[in-house]
């Protein structure tokens, strides 16, 4: 019988019942001869910051031998804006070989993933987070996300007021429920009370809902591609000063392979409002959603599917109505660049920040690389905070000047490779955990970006090419959690070895790639970039980007707000595109 999309779905039915995400989730944790959670108390862990996965590695391994799953819990952290104190970096350090599987992982959006936590160690683990004041609760789940701001720690007004602004909105949209602390933190206090979620009711929100708050022409935390933003807009007589914050809402970037009607898109500009008004105007947006978003099918749940189908317009109209303030138009601001913060910085008030770059987010050490030792040593030599960037890296802040020979000297002897020593290629490059963890897997990620980088790093090479600045990114499947489709070239998963090209986003983050080739063999793609690249070897002009140029000599869509699950070619349909390159 077809599914009934009409009738709330089962994960509002689970929310429903939950008394407030406490589910029998305590029951669960108390009964070690329960091997993992089943479908409700599963998406109640969600809100909690975790989520119950399995080594897809060991799957059939198991399977041959009569085995179920080897299950174990991802957890995530939310640090809104990804700050973090030099104690709790040593905390995360140590947590992550007290419990998890040795590595801490930075996410695309400033938190923290630990993978392989054991359910016996869950309770301990999510505690042990709290005690070093650090919260997993609204990391994951249909509420608002971990709240990310741009990374730059520049120490003036604008900047404090941005960092500030995300951890308000963080505050405001935390749900209410004590369920939380009853399980994780307080867990000698019986699960009983009853309270009230005043925001969110009982139900949440239809889906996540994920907020970016930054500075006019600076995208580094990919502001577009949220359910809501703010964008700090310069006073123009005073520029130390910020006039009010441009809002937008709609961005998104999860969509179905061949499902017409899932797409990812770029966000839609709101209006302005007045700098003490951002807060109140995220969470207008978020009531709106909460109030008129799908709660039937969790495909079409996202802000971005209401925006579609009750128009912007008609959007901006329910939003002035519960904005007991004033919404101007949004103003416009200057181009976006994007600056990465790689390497030694100032502040501005005498101190310095250092960025390093961070493969895929993966703090580990490994054979040639002690990573995870070098960071410690330098958070524990300089007590140095560090902020973690939505490019996966991170950056050791409050440094004194004399302290970036020190920093550079502790990378170095851990075989830490600095910036000036990184490709382009692979600078601006982010992938997806994808296999073994994520179960929503199709393709790898993460374990194959290095060497598909590697292969491309040597074509840029031979085509001249080594000086472009571009950004790479990889999926494992079409969710888009290391956001692809505003890359200047993207591989999404489609099966295990193959991947959908998508070539013509930028570093700006500010507009859609176009779907460059499909179903290609991982082995094949650099070759079938290669027309591609060598045209733009030839013709690019003065910093043109990869993604500028295929937009100018395709005489594609400058300004492409979206891409659509129907989307659908073989690999021949690169054809056309590589006649239209005159190749
Ligand atoms: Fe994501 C689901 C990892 C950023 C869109 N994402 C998942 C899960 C939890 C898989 C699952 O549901 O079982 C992945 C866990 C894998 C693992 O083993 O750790 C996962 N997403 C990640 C992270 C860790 C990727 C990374 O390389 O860092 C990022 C964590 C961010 C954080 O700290 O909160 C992460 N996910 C994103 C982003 C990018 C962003 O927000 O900047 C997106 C696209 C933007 C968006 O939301 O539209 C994204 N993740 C999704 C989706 C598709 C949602 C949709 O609208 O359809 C899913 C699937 C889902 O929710 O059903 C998903
Ligand atoms: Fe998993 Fe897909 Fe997200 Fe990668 S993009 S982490 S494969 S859900």
Redo the contacts with the bound molecule.
């Keep these: 019988m077809a599914k009934d999309k009409t009738g709330p779905s089962k994960v509002e039915i689970a929310k429903q019942k939950s008394n407030l995400l406490r589910g029998t989730i305590d029951e669960v944790l108390n009964d070690p001869s329960i091997e993992h959670f089943e479908h409700d108390d599963m998406q109640l862990l969600?809100f909690h910051g975790t989520?119950e996965?399995d080594d897809r590695d060991l799957r059939s391994e198991r399977r041959k031998e009569g085995l179920g799953k080897a299950y174990s819990y991802?957890i995530?952290i939310?640090l809104p804006g990804g700050m973090v104190t030099p104690e709790q970096y040593r905390d995360l350090d140590r947590m992550a070989d007290d419990f998890a599987n040795g590595s801490i992982?930075?996410?695309?959006?400033?938190?923290i993933?630990y993978?392989g936590v054991l359910k016996g160690e869950l309770r301990e683990t999510m505690r042990q987070i709290n005690a070093a004041m650090m919260t997993t609760l609204a990391?994951?789940g249909d509420v608002c996300?971990?709240v990310?701001a741009t990374a730059a720690p520049i120490a003036d007004q604008v900047h404090e007021t941005i960092r500030q602004t995300a951890k308000d909105i963080a505050v405001d949209l935390r749900p209410a429920t004590k369920a939380y602390y009853e399980l994780w933190v307080d867990g000698e206090r019986k699960v009983s009370t009853r309270e009230d979620e005043p925001f969110y009711k009982e139900t949440y929100l239809p889906?996540?809902y994920?907020v970016g708050v930054t500075l006019q022409g600076d995208n580094q935390i990919?502001v577009y591609?949220?359910?809501a933003g703010l964008i700090g807009v310069l006073d123009s007589d005073d520029s130390s000063k910020l006039a009010g914050w441009n809002v937008l809402a709609g961005?998104?970037?999860?969509?179905?392979h061949g499902r017409a009607n899932?797409f990812?898109q770029i966000a839609d500009k709101i209006g302005f409002v007045a700098i003490e008004n951002g807060v109140a105007a995220v969470r207008a947006i978020a009531s709106i959603y909460r109030d008129f978003g799908n709660r039937s099918d969790?495909?079409q749940?996202?802000l971005?599917y209401l925006i579609d189908k009750m128009g912007v317009e008609k959007f901006v109209e329910e939003f002035k109505s519960r904005c007991d303030f004033e919404v101007q138009p949004w103003r416009e601001i200057p181009a976006v660049t994007n600056e990465d913060w790689m390497g030694a910085h100032s502040r501005g008030d005498g101190k310095f920040f250092y960025g390093v770059f961070v493969e895929?987010?993966r703090i580990v050490d490994n054979d040639v690389m002690k990573m995870r030792t070098a960071f410690l040593k330098i958070v524990n030599e300089l007590k140095c905070d560090v902020v973690l960037t939505?490019q996966?890296s991170l950056l050791f802040d409050g440094l004194e000047e004399s302290h970036i020979p020190q920093v550079e000297a502790i990378l170095k002897e851990h075989n830490v490779t600095l910036i000036e020593d990184i490709s382009n290629v692979r600078r601006y490059s982010?992938?997806?955990?994808?296999m073994p963890?994520?179960?929503?897997?199709v393709a790898e990620s993460?374990r194959v970006a290095p060497d598909v980088l590697t292969d491309l790093e040597q074509k840029f090479n031979e085509l001249g090419l080594s000086d472009a600045q571009l950004t790479v990114r990889m999926t494992g499947c079409p969710?888009?959690?290391?956001?692809p489709y505003t890359a200047d070239i993207a591989f999404v998963g489609r099966r295990p070895g193959i991947y959908h090209l998508f070539v013509g986003g930028r570093l700006a983050g500010d507009r859609m790639a176009d779907l460059y080739a499909g179903d290609v063999k991982i082995e094949e793609a650099v070759d079938v970039l290669t027309p591609l690249l060598s045209k733009y070897s030839e013709e690019r002009s003065t910093n043109e980007c990869l993604g500028d140029f295929y937009r100018r000599v395709i005489g594609a869509d400058e300004t492409r707000r979206r891409v659509t699950g129907k989307e659908e070619p073989t690999i021949e349909s690169v054809e056309p595109k590589l006649v239209q390159l005159g190749v």
């Excluded at 963890?437 to 897997?441: D, F, I, Y």
């Design positions: 969600k989520y996965q991802m995530r939310a992982r930075i996410t695309t959006r400033q938190a993933q993978h990391a994951c996300r971990n990310m889906r996540k994920k990919d591609s949220y359910d961005g998104g970037l999860g969509m179905s899932t990812a969790r495909k749940a996202r971005k895929n987010g939505a996966q982010m992938a997806c955990p994808a963890t994520c179960g929503l897997a993460e969710n888009g959690c290391a956001r």
